[in-house]
Nanobody, 125 residues
Framework: RVQLVESGGGSVQTGGSLRLSCAAN????????MGWFRQAPGEEREGVAF????????YYADPVKGRFTISRGDTKTSVFMQMNNLRPEDTAMYYC??????????????????WGQGTQVAVSS
Protein backbone atom coordinates (compact mmCIF):
# COMPACT_ATOMS: atom_id res chain seq x y z
CA ARG A 1 0.00 0.00 0.00
CA VAL A 2 1.14 3.53 -0.69
CA GLN A 3 0.82 6.27 1.90
CA LEU A 4 -1.19 9.34 0.89
CA VAL A 5 -0.60 12.65 2.65
CA GLU A 6 -3.17 15.44 2.42
CA SER A 7 -2.71 19.13 3.10
CA GLY A 8 -4.48 22.40 2.47
CA GLY A 9 -7.47 22.20 4.75
CA GLY A 10 -8.43 25.06 7.03
CA SER A 11 -11.12 27.46 8.12
CA VAL A 12 -12.68 29.98 5.75
CA GLN A 13 -15.82 32.06 5.54
CA THR A 14 -18.65 31.43 3.11
CA GLY A 15 -17.52 32.25 -0.40
CA GLY A 16 -13.87 31.60 0.35
CA SER A 17 -11.49 29.21 -1.37
CA LEU A 18 -9.14 26.42 -0.39
CA ARG A 19 -6.83 24.15 -2.37
CA LEU A 20 -6.38 20.61 -1.12
CA SER A 21 -3.29 18.63 -2.05
CA CYS A 22 -2.54 14.95 -1.78
CA ALA A 23 0.74 13.24 -2.54
CA ALA A 24 1.75 9.61 -2.58
CA ASN A 25 4.96 8.88 -0.74
CA UNK A 26 6.09 6.53 -3.51
CA UNK A 27 7.13 8.32 -6.69
CA UNK A 28 6.80 5.06 -8.62
CA UNK A 29 3.13 4.70 -7.73
CA UNK A 30 1.19 4.00 -10.89
CA UNK A 31 -2.41 4.14 -9.75
CA UNK A 32 -4.62 5.62 -12.46
CA UNK A 33 -7.49 6.70 -10.26
CA MET A 34 -7.43 9.32 -7.55
CA GLY A 35 -10.13 11.22 -5.80
CA TRP A 36 -11.54 13.00 -2.82
CA PHE A 37 -14.18 11.92 -0.35
CA ARG A 38 -15.60 13.84 2.59
CA GLN A 39 -17.37 13.01 5.80
CA ALA A 40 -19.23 15.47 7.97
CA PRO A 41 -19.99 14.70 11.64
CA GLY A 42 -22.88 12.28 11.89
CA GLU A 43 -22.97 11.75 8.15
CA GLU A 44 -21.82 8.99 5.85
CA ARG A 45 -18.73 9.38 3.76
CA GLU A 46 -19.52 10.71 0.29
CA GLY A 47 -17.57 10.94 -2.92
CA VAL A 48 -16.72 14.47 -3.98
CA ALA A 49 -14.59 14.25 -7.11
CA PHE A 50 -12.61 11.60 -8.98
CA UNK A 51 -10.06 11.73 -11.77
CA UNK A 52 -9.03 8.87 -14.02
CA UNK A 53 -5.91 8.28 -16.05
CA UNK A 54 -4.26 11.64 -15.57
CA UNK A 55 -7.36 13.62 -16.33
CA UNK A 56 -8.93 11.83 -19.30
CA UNK A 57 -12.17 11.81 -17.38
CA UNK A 58 -13.49 13.26 -14.16
CA TYR A 59 -16.54 13.04 -11.94
CA TYR A 60 -18.02 15.63 -9.61
CA ALA A 61 -20.79 15.17 -7.09
CA ASP A 62 -23.75 17.43 -7.84
CA PRO A 63 -23.29 19.68 -4.76
CA VAL A 64 -19.79 20.70 -5.87
CA LYS A 65 -20.19 20.97 -9.64
CA GLY A 66 -19.02 24.32 -10.91
CA ARG A 67 -17.24 25.13 -7.64
CA PHE A 68 -14.60 22.40 -7.21
CA THR A 69 -11.93 21.35 -9.71
CA ILE A 70 -9.87 18.18 -9.42
CA SER A 71 -6.51 17.80 -11.16
CA ARG A 72 -3.49 15.52 -11.17
CA GLY A 73 0.08 16.61 -10.74
CA ASP A 74 2.67 16.22 -13.48
CA THR A 75 4.15 13.16 -11.83
CA LYS A 76 0.72 11.57 -11.49
CA THR A 77 1.50 10.72 -7.88
CA SER A 78 -0.37 13.74 -6.63
CA VAL A 79 -3.89 15.10 -6.86
CA PHE A 80 -5.30 18.50 -6.10
CA MET A 81 -8.74 19.93 -5.55
CA GLN A 82 -9.42 23.63 -5.92
CA MET A 83 -12.51 24.54 -3.91
CA ASN A 84 -14.13 27.88 -4.66
CA ASN A 85 -17.26 29.58 -3.37
CA LEU A 86 -17.25 27.38 -0.28
CA ARG A 87 -20.44 26.95 1.69
CA PRO A 88 -21.07 25.89 5.30
CA GLU A 89 -22.39 22.55 4.02
CA ASP A 90 -18.91 21.84 2.62
CA THR A 91 -17.61 21.56 6.18
CA ALA A 92 -16.19 18.06 6.60
CA MET A 93 -13.07 15.96 6.89
CA TYR A 94 -11.73 15.48 3.38
CA TYR A 95 -9.93 12.28 2.45
CA CYS A 96 -7.71 11.56 -0.51
CA UNK A 97 -7.93 8.12 -2.09
CA UNK A 98 -6.12 6.30 -4.87
CA UNK A 99 -6.35 3.05 -6.77
CA UNK A 100 -5.70 1.22 -10.00
CA UNK A 101 -8.90 0.41 -11.81
CA UNK A 102 -10.97 0.84 -14.95
CA UNK A 103 -12.64 4.10 -15.83
CA UNK A 104 -16.25 3.48 -14.84
CA UNK A 105 -15.31 1.99 -11.46
CA UNK A 106 -13.05 4.95 -10.76
CA UNK A 107 -15.72 7.49 -11.62
CA UNK A 108 -18.22 5.51 -9.54
CA UNK A 109 -16.01 6.02 -6.52
CA UNK A 110 -15.14 2.38 -6.02
CA UNK A 111 -11.93 0.32 -6.07
CA UNK A 112 -9.88 2.72 -3.96
CA UNK A 113 -7.38 0.79 -1.86
CA UNK A 114 -5.18 3.60 -0.57
CA TRP A 115 -6.45 6.31 1.76
CA GLY A 116 -5.04 9.38 3.44
CA GLN A 117 -5.60 10.42 7.03
CA GLY A 118 -7.80 13.36 6.14
CA THR A 119 -7.66 17.13 6.28
CA GLN A 120 -10.33 19.24 7.95
CA VAL A 121 -12.27 21.91 6.07
CA ALA A 122 -14.49 24.29 8.04
CA VAL A 123 -16.65 26.92 6.40
CA SER A 124 -18.38 29.49 8.58
CA SER A 125 -21.37 31.59 7.61
Amino acid sequence: RVQLVESGGGSVQTGGSLRLSCAANDYTYSGNCMGWFRQAPGEEREGVAFIWDGGKSTYYADPVKGRFTISRGDTKTSVFMQMNNLRPEDTAMYYCAAGLTIEYLCLAGTDFDNWGQGTQVAVSS
